[in-house]
């Protein structure tokens, strides 16, 4: 089984940056895919990034390219979600998840799909 720790919970502003770590206690594998997803108020949870561990490729929803990096240090098991020119719109509980890989060789977008949960990090973006 794999637990899993956040952090980096905070308020920020537009514009500014905020960096939220998953730490990994278990076992993880090359096979399982890292993920962030984020619920906001009143919406539904979607996917925002991952990081696949077996070759570190990375993926966004459109709305965070650019902006947000995801990232995973195997030496400490954590992934990290970098946020930078944060949006009002960005405001949201971000989780991190670990799951297999699909069919395709790509992490799966379906909050569904993912077999282990953080807790959850309130990240707040207001002017």
């Known amino acids: 089984q794999v637990h899993l720790v956040e952090s980096g919970q905070g308020l920020v502003q537009p514009g500014d940056s905020l960096r939220l770590s998953c730490a990994a206690s278990?076992?993880?594998?090359?096979?399982?895919?890292m993920a962030w997803f984020r619920q906001g108020p009143g919406k539904e949870r979607e996917f925002v990034a991952a990081?696949?561990?077996?070759?570190?490729?990375?993926y966004y929803r459109d709305s965070v390219k650019g902006r947000f990096t995801v990232s995973n240090d195997g030496a400490k098991n954590t992934m990290y979600l970098q946020m930078s020119s944060m949006k009002v719109e960005d405001t949201a509980v971000y989780y991190c998840?670990?799951?297999?890989?699909?069919?395709?060789?790509?992490?799966?977008?379906?909050?569904?799909?993912?077999?282990?949960w953080g807790q959850g990090a309130q990240v707040t973006v207001s002017s």
């Open positions: 998840a670990t799951g297999p890989i699909t069919q395709f060789g790509v992490p799966s977008p379906l909050d569904s799909d993912y077999d282990y």
């Open positions: 990081v696949k561990l077996s070759d570190g490729s990375t």
């Open positions: 278990g076992q993880t594998f090359d096979n399982y895919t």
